[in-house]
């Protein structure tokens, strides 16, 4: 059903801007542009199954049209829409080994490090998958190169000015924050748009689940062991054994865990002293998550500690191991790494 009085998320938006009078409406913009590539993309999700573009990048359709992988679909779509957009002056894509120049004469103030379509294992098995992005200020002179560099982009996640996902699942939503709370709007199909669903969401301070795939576990250090260990113990008083919940798609065991409460841990193993990061991204993974999670109350950190939003970027793609969820869980699993527990 429709909603004529909702709050769609461009009124929200504008809503925002208002309170800030020196804004110049560009991160609105900017915002607006994510919002229909966000669309785009939720209309290719649906007909995933329909359209035959799940599976492989390279195999080719009913009508011998050469299909396209749905997470490279995703990525076009964000790529092309926002380097015309005006607003921003370089990217960075999960998708994309270099950094992604805007259009000519198109460089904005803003950067846009981007995963396309997160969980990329379930696309292919009906289970929610995600866009995730996060946003900062341009540091580059724009007088001396029109278009923005990777210094642009290698910012700690402390200075960005926006982040938040769209998940594609029961139904589509849209999470973000501008420093301000965290908002949550929903997207009515029959309308096309987000209406405004769960305005400044927090997460629970305690929780009773945790998630982690714990398949790895023979490979993880020893405090992060005992702190698994520990959840599942049985323990009335402490609320434990704690529930597991694991879907594999960062974005959607996030959105649980923002809503339900939880704590998420994706941390190093030793199989491969080659990747000691563990797997997610910081730019376009944990950094974003870590500011919407702090705007909600609770708390980002690495697996050894360090807080997920002072992490000086050195690379495009770098990896991180990431702690993240409700506030007594992750100061719990600190003190299990610390030792002292
Ligand atoms: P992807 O970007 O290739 O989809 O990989 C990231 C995904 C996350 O969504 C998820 O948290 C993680 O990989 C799951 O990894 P694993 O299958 O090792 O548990
Ligand atoms: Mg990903």
């Not at 580059?140 to 560099?149: E, H, K, M, R, V």
């Not at 949550?184 to 096309?192: A, I, R």
Request: proline content about 4%; charged content about 25%; overall charge negative.
């Amino acid at each position: 059903m429709s909603k004529p009085y909702g709050i769609t998320v461009s009124r929200h938006i504008m809503d925002s801007q208002r309170l800030h009078p020196e804004a110049t409406g560009d991160l609105s913009g900017l915002l607006s542009e994510l919002i229909v590539a966000a669309k785009t993309i939720n209309a290719e999700v649906n007909m995933a199954g329909l359209a035959d573009v799940l599976g492989m990048a390279g195999k080719t359709n009913i009508q011998g049209e050469h299909v396209q992988k749905l997470d490279d679909l995703a990525n076009n779509t964000i790529k092309r829409r926002m380097a015309r957009c005006g607003y921003v002056c370089v990217m960075t894509s999960e998708e994309e080994a270099d950094i992604i120049p805007v259009a000519e004469g198109s460089a904005g103030k803003y950067t846009l490090a981007f995963d396309p379509l997160d969980g990329s294992s379930n696309i292919d098995v009906n289970v929610s998958i995600g866009t995730i992005f996060s946003i900062h200020r341009r540091i580059s002179a724009n007088d001396l190169t029109p278009q923005g560099d990777e210094a642009d982009l290698l910012q700690k996640g402390r200075e960005q000015v926006a982040a938040g996902y769209i998940i594609y699942g029961s139904s589509t939503m849209m999470v973000f924050t501008t420093g301000e709370g965290v908002h949550g709007f929903t997207l009515d199909p029959s309308v096309g748009e987000f209406y405004l669903s769960h305005p400044d969401i927090r997460i629970p301070e305690r929780s009773r689940y945790f998630s982690v795939n714990e398949g790895n576990y023979n490979f993880w250090d020893n405090g992060v062991q005992r702190f698994v260990d520990y959840l599942k113990e049985n323990d009335k008083e402490t609320g434990r054994p704690y529930s597991a919940r694991y879907i594999g798609s960062l974005v959607a065991d996030f959105h649980r865990n923002l809503i339900a409460g939880g704590i998420f841990l994706y941390p190093r193993d030793n199989r491969n002293p080659a990747k000691p990061h563990g797997k997610l991204r910081l730019l376009y993974e944990a950094a974003p998550l870590a500011f919407l999670v702090e705007q909600a109350g609770g708390r980002a950190i690495t697996d050894e500690g360090m807080n997920i939003m002072d992490i000086e970027p050195t690379s495009l793609h770098q990896r991180v191991p990431l702690v993240i969820g409700s506030r007594h869980e992750v100061d719990l699993y600190e003190e299990f790494v610390a030792g002292t527990r």
